[in-house]
């Protein structure tokens, strides 16, 4: 059974800190990685697509290891509108196949 | 901007109706899913269908159907309401997308469903 296993949460860091989120994959085939925000009672948005050499979009970067099976965002300088629960998604493969989520980690940034 | 619509945001019914959920995507996509998210469970996918007239099973099919008769339109049936059905349902669409050697898939979502089974 494909697996997305993330950090339990929920993180509360003051405005300003820099917080990390882990993932975990079960599935070695697993080809695409994303990171979906959902706001609370909103739907999950895409975030940004995890690529093999890492990449960032301002404030936001994502890695991958998978030799580890391992994926991660960090989050720099965080705002109150960062508050928010970050779902881990992947990918098992380039054809006909469907997405698996993580459970979600929430991130509460306080003033 | 893609938009993915949903036929309810609250639906209240009772244990044993039959529920009709409704999907609409304008973005012409291929790809339409069904999950429902419960606290500590996260996302889950019910069906999804990659083609009109088609659909898959996903994870947790019991007690569900689904049609899609047009492109646009996905509906999740409920054949008989029962109250662990009680949930938050999404649906989403999603298209194939180029990215290099690898097809990159977006999925976006409706607002969701909250379905109270009493």
């Known amino acids: 059974r494909k697996e997305v296993e993330q950090d339990p949460g929920p993180f509360n860091v003051p405005e300003g800190a820099t917080v990390a989120f882990n993932c975990t994959y079960s599935n070695s085939a697993s080809q695409s990685f994303f990171w979906y925000r959902q706001d609370c009672r909103k739907e999950p948005k895409l975030l940004m697509s995890?690529?093999?050499s890492g990449n960032e979009d301002g404030r936001f970067t994502a890695q991958l290891n998978r030799a580890s099976q391992y994926i991660s965002l960090l989050i720099r300088d965080s705002k109150l509108s960062d508050s928010a629960t970050y779902l881990c998604?992947?990918?098992?493969?380039?054809?006909?196949?469907?997405?698996?989520f993580g459970k979600g980690t929430m991130l509460l940034v306080s003033p | 901007d893609v938009k993915v619509t949903q036929s309810s945001r609250y639906l209240v019914k009772r244990t044993g109706e039959k529920v009709f959920l409704e999907c609409v995507q304008d973005?012409?996509?291929?790809?339409m899913f069904w999950y429902r998210q419960d606290p500590g469970l996260g996302l889950r996918l019910i069906y999804f269908?990659?083609?009109?007239?088609?659909?898959e099973k996903g994870d947790i099919p019991e007690g569900y159907s689904v049609s899609r008769e047009k492109k646009e339109r996905f509906s999740l049936i409920l054949e008989s309401a029962s109250t662990n059905q009680t949930s938050m349902y999404l649906c989403?669409?999603?298209?194939?997308?180029?990215?290099?050697?690898?097809?990159?898939?977006?999925?976006?979502f409706g607002p969701g469903t909250r379905l109270l089974v009493l």
């Open positions: 995890v690529y093999s």
């Open positions: 998604v992947v990918n098992e493969g380039s054809g006909y196949s469907t997405l698996t």
């Open positions: 973005m012409d996509h291929e790809n």
């Open positions: 269908s990659y083609d009109v007239k088609m659909k």
């Open positions: 989403a669409s999603s298209s194939w997308t180029s990215g290099g050697a690898l097809a990159q898939e977006t999925q976006y």
